[in-house]
């Protein structure tokens, strides 16, 4: 069973400066922790690049359109301009190519592109997990006859909104790797 990872938007602009996630510093340290922990089990891991309109975060070619966990040779790289990293992209011909069954997502945002990315896994065939302190979002403000709602609840919504079928472990620690 071939396993991957998929490092969703981890982009300089939303883990540093003003449009960063609130809980940018312990996100990252938990990414670091588990694309490591990928690696060393040989996993494929995948990262995701979203090229935004202009004057956003992610703009292309801009240093907040800059991957924050550096990928390692021979790991690629994948530009989207979809929330869904299946649409208009090599992706699933990639996963399927190593013979990935099994996947690990993480990233931002929660709602959009994690979420975009868990779904398009799921609806390919592919058994996902999603660790719940692996992904972020911003807070959602608030709306017509709404209150706002805080970035932590937000992730969590999205992550129940994916279903049964996404295994939900509490800590990336929890994600197993094993050799192929």
């Given at each position: 069973?071939?396993?991957?990872?998929?490092?969703?938007?981890?982009?300089?602009?939303?883990?540093?400066?003003?449009?960063?996630?609130?809980?940018?510093?312990?996100?990252?340290?938990?990414?670091?922790?588990?694309?490591?922990?990928?690696?060393?089990?040989?996993?494929?891991?995948?990262?995701?690049?979203?090229?935004?309109?202009?004057?956003?975060?992610?703009?292309?070619?801009?240093?907040?359109?800059?991957?924050?966990?550096?990928?390692?040779?021979?790991?690629?790289?994948?530009?989207?301009?979809?929330?869904?990293?299946?649409?208009?992209?090599?992706?699933?011909?990639?996963?399927?190519?190593?013979?990935?069954?099994?996947?690990?997502?993480?990233?931002?945002?929660?709602?959009?592109?994690?979420?975009?990315?868990?779904?398009?896994?799921?609806?390919?065939?592919?058994?996902?997990?999603?660790?719940?302190?692996?992904?972020?979002?911003?807070?959602?403000?608030?709306?017509?006859?709404?209150?706002?709602?805080?970035?932590?609840?937000?992730?969590?919504?999205?992550?129940?909104?994916?279903?049964?079928?996404?295994?939900?472990?509490?800590?990336?620690?929890?994600?197993?790797?094993?050799q192929p």
């Open positions: 069973m071939a396993q991957a990872l998929l490092v969703v938007d981890v982009q300089r602009g939303f883990v540093s400066g003003a449009d960063a996630v609130l809980a940018a510093p312990t996100l990252l340290r938990t990414l670091d922790g588990l694309v490591a922990a990928a690696r060393a089990a040989d996993a494929l891991v995948v990262h995701l690049q979203n090229d935004g309109p202009p004057g956003e975060p992610d703009e292309p070619h801009t240093p907040g359109w800059e991957l924050a966990i550096a990928p390692r040779d021979g790991e690629p790289v994948l530009r989207k301009t979809e929330d869904d990293p299946f649409a208009e992209t090599d992706l699933a011909a990639l996963l399927s190519g190593h013979g990935v069954t099994r996947m690990a997502v993480c990233g931002l945002l929660s709602e959009f592109c994690v979420s975009a990315a868990a779904r398009g896994a799921l609806d390919r065939g592919f058994r996902v997990v999603l660790p719940h302190d692996a992904h972020a979002t911003y807070d959602v403000p608030a709306g017509p006859g709404s209150a706002g709602v805080p970035a932590a609840l937000a992730s969590r919504a999205a992550e129940w909104a994916l279903g049964d079928a996404i295994e939900i472990v509490a800590t990336a620690a929890e994600v197993r790797f094993t």
